[in-house]
């Protein structure tokens, strides 16, 4: 009855559903959540504020290409995220640039100033091997300690000392006032929110959904091509073990009042369990009085996961499923996060499954 299965209605899978579906080929989604969109589903809290159960998707990227795909399926808002940090008793903006350190250290320094004066905290570690090491190296260790160990060993569960530098290698640092989290040309939100969107994305006749269903269940059904945008270890029925992955839970407060805090998200690195707390009419742009809602974000090992946790044990592991993934690859493709094992943003997920959907249709999908 189908030509391709995808396993996962995230961005990925939705991605590839709808290629494959223009194409005319007939697509079965499974998905094992009731609603599509993974984990940048978003849903009215009861208050009637638009929320993003599993914490804030910012969308971002410098693609044109992926840009113009997804405007097929949304209107967009402009926004530009900000973020600030609480550090010793009040709240500075972060990614570190200028005004964090005149804020924390009563320097008004110039750009040339503060790579100089960074330069001079930094330690000379050449080949880092953790994130530790690679902070000092970029850093030194006291903006380290005020500001990443302890929210990163929060939020990965493990001494910074056993996580591979890679990790924080997506954490920038400005020399300027610019307080943006985002540098991309494009920073935009989808007017009408994420869940929307994924509806026009996989509204097509020949596209077929099955909610609340794990792939074991229809399996059977003997579909000869098949994109897994789900765990790769799950897939193979943990054969070699399991990829290790970091969870969240969200406390989700109202407030009887307009707004607040001051930006979207402010980050709590050192004084609570907790990593950070979204506001999210920040983000969605919403415009109702006297009531707001906030996600308190708690990090934890078990739940839906979220994050891969790098370290030199999981990526021997995740060779040993990428072997087990080369001997089926003329009818599964593994896609996105879950399915290749790394960390990818809401528009690399994008092209990553676009170009899986060509490199699929060049190998005679």
């Known amino acids: 009855m189908y030509d391709v299965a995808i396993i996962g209605a995230g961005f990925s899978g939705a991605v590839c559903a709808e290629r494959f579906a223009s194409l005319g080929r007939k697509v079965l989604v499974v ?20 929320i993003h159960p599993y914490g804030p998707h910012i969308f971002h990227t410098n693609s044109e290409s992926v840009i113009s795909y997804l405007s097929q399926f949304t209107e967009w808002r402009p926004y530009q995220h900000r973020v600030l940090t609480s550090v010793d008793g009040q709240l500075v903006p972060f990614p570190i640039n200028l005004r964090t350190i005149e804020n924390v250290y009563g320097l008004k320094l110039t750009s040339d100033e503060m790579k100089a004066w960074i330069a001079n905290q930094a330690e000379p570690i050449l080949n880092p091997i953790n994130v530790e090491q690679s902070m000092h190296a970029r850093i030194g260790k006291d903006l380290y300690q005020r500001f990443f160990k302890h929210y990163t060993e929060k939020q990965w569960g493990r001494p910074a000392t056993e996580l591979l530098p890679t990790i924080t290698n997506r954490i920038p640092l400005r020399y300027s006032y610019d307080d943006r989290y985002f540098t991309d040309r494009y920073q935009l ?28 269940s229809v399996k059977d059904l003997k579909i000869p091509k098949i994109i897994c945008t789900g765990p790769i270890d799950e897939y193979f029925d943990y054969v070699h073990g399991h990829l290790p992955y970091r969870s969240l839970h ?54 839906e996961p979220f994050y891969p946790v790098l370290t030199k044990e999981s990526q021997r592991t995740l060779e040993h499923y990428q072997e087990e993934a080369k001997r089926i690859e003329s009818h599964v493709q593994f896609v996105g996060r879950l399915g290749t094992f790394r960390y990818y943003n809401m528009d690399q997920a994008v092209a990553s499954a676009l170009q899986t959907v060509d490199e699929c249709l060049n190998s005679g999908w």
């Open 250 to 303: 969200f406390d989700f407060i109202e407030h009887p009042v307009d707004f607040a805090q001051p930006v979207a998200t402010v980050n709590y690195p050192n004084d609570y369990d907790f990593t950070r707390i979204t506001e999210f009419k920040h983000i969605t742009g919403q415009r109702i009085p006297h009531i707001t809602v906030t996600g308190v974000e708690y990090p934890q090992e078990s739940g």
């Open 31 to 50: 998905e094992k959540r009731f609603h599509v969109g993974g984990n940048a589903y978003d849903t009215f809290h009861p208050s009637g504020v638009l």
């Open 189 to 216: 939100m989808p007017l009408y929110g994420y869940s929307a969107l994924f509806r026009n994305m996989l509204n097509r006749p020949n596209i077929s959904i099955l909610l609340n269903t794990d792939w074991a």
